[in-house]
């Protein structure tokens, strides 16, 4: 076994695309997080899902938090106003704050998409560009029922990644919140080596076991504005000129940072477990 190093946070998204909370203690099982991203906005228009990887159309979802509410999520809007997803009238409060019609899920569509924006078109021409947009299908990595994940159950970064994207930030600083993570990893060792975990079983605290899958390529959002932090056009460029691999055979070099994860054995975890390659 190889010792990475410890979980330094723990953070789920109750709803897609919005920011999210800080959790001392989380169970873990096959589907991901427990209430990590099990809800989502449709767009009313296209029956797409309603995702900050096109920020021209939805970056204004990053100014909201959400918070898992029982079996639904309680939304805080940036006006102080607060709405829970299964209430009435939800949907028009949050369609009136995004300027387009939406609806709250909790079930994804057969065959859900959503639209991610080229990242490096919208960091050329801004996040109010018009820009060229790849449909994508989620969950492609997930098992059944996965909620609204992008692509497989859990979301992993090391701190050594941060520290070096944000060395070369005029920042001086890349905040974790902006990469989306469910855990974050605190690592020694090069920027980056989150590569050499795909592939790789990790065993996380005594019980949660993990196999990485592949590295995880950005889109735009982790240079969008998250809450009160700004914007940061580095988030994006660092990885994209230090770090630009195929996460998987065809999809060509992509900017990464990050790996994703599917569990091989779930349970709790807890902030501070040890976190080991075997």
Same mark, same amino acid.
């Given at each position: 076994?190889?010792?990475?190093?410890?979980?330094?946070?723990?953070?789920?998204?109750?709803?897609?695309?919005?920011?999210?909370?800080?959790?001392?203690?989380?169970?873990?099982?096959?589907?991901?997080?427990?209430?990590?991203?099990?809800?989502?906005?449709?767009?009313?228009?296209?029956?797409?899902?309603?995702?900050?990887?096109?920020?021209?159309?939805?970056?204004?979802?990053?100014?909201?938090?959400?918070?898992?509410?029982?079996?639904?999520?309680?939304?805080?809007?940036?006006?102080?106003?607060?709405?829970?997803?299964?209430?009435?009238?939800?949907?028009?409060?949050?369609?009136?704050?995004?300027?387009?019609?939406?609806?709250?899920?909790?079930?994804?569509?057969?065959?859900?998409?959503?639209?991610?924006?080229?990242?490096?078109?919208?960091?050329? +021409? @801004? /996040?109010? %560009?018009? &820009?060229?947009?790849?449909?994508? *299908?989620?969950?492609?990595? #997930?098992?059944?029922?996965?909620?609204?994940?992008?692509?497989?159950?859990?979301?992993?970064?090391?701190?050594?990644?941060?520290?070096?994207?944000?060395?070369?930030?005029?920042?001086?600083?890349?905040?974790?919140?902006?990469?989306?993570?469910?855990?974050?990893?605190?690592?020694?060792?090069?920027?980056?080596?989150?590569?050499?975990?795909?592939?790789?079983?990790?065993?996380?605290?005594?019980?949660?076991?993990?196999?990485?899958?592949?590295?995880?390529?950005?889109?735009?959002?982790?240079?969008?504005?998250?809450?009160?932090?700004?914007?940061?056009?580095?988030?994006?460029?660092?990885?994209?000129?230090?770090?630009?691999?195929?996460?998987?055979?065809?999809?060509?070099?992509?900017?990464? +940072? @990050? /790996?994703? %994860?599917? &569990?091989?054995?779930?349970?709790? *975890?807890?902030?501070?477990? #040890?976190?080991?390659?075997?």
């Amino acid at each position: 076994m190889t010792r990475l190093g410890t979980v330094a946070a723990l953070r789920r998204y109750p709803v897609k695309s919005m920011l999210g909370e800080d959790l001392a203690e989380a169970d873990i099982g096959a589907g991901g997080l427990g209430g990590d991203r099990r809800w989502a906005l449709l767009d009313a228009e296209t029956g797409r899902i309603a995702s900050a990887k096109n920020p021209r159309l939805w970056r204004a979802l990053l100014t909201m938090a959400a918070t898992a509410d029982g079996d639904g999520a309680r939304i805080a809007l940036p006006t102080g106003e607060t709405v829970r997803t299964g209430d009435p009238g939800a949907a028009q409060v949050l369609s009136r704050a995004l300027g387009r019609r939406v609806e709250p899920a909790s079930v994804p569509p057969e065959g859900a998409t959503l639209e991610r924006a080229v990242p490096e078109e919208v960091l050329a +021409a @801004g /996040v109010t %560009a018009e &820009v060229a947009v790849e449909e994508t *299908v989620i969950g492609l990595g #997930a098992p059944s029922g996965g909620g609204f994940v992008d692509f497989a159950p859990l979301h992993l970064i090391g701190t050594a990644t941060l520290e070096a994207i944000g060395a070369e930030s005029p920042r001086g600083v890349a905040e974790d919140v902006r990469y989306r993570p469910n855990l974050v990893v605190e690592t020694g060792g090069p920027a980056f080596g989150e590569n050499g975990w795909a592939g790789r079983e990790m065993a996380v605290g005594d019980e949660v076991v993990l196999r990485v899958t592949v590295p995880t390529p950005r889109c735009s959002i982790p240079t969008l504005e998250h809450g009160a932090l700004p914007r940061d056009p580095a988030a994006l460029r660092v990885p994209a000129a230090r770090n630009r691999v195929e996460p998987m055979p065809g999809l060509g070099p992509r900017a990464c +940072a @990050g /790996v994703y %994860a599917q &569990v091989l054995r779930p349970g709790r *975890v807890r902030r501070g477990a #040890a976190v080991r390659l075997l």
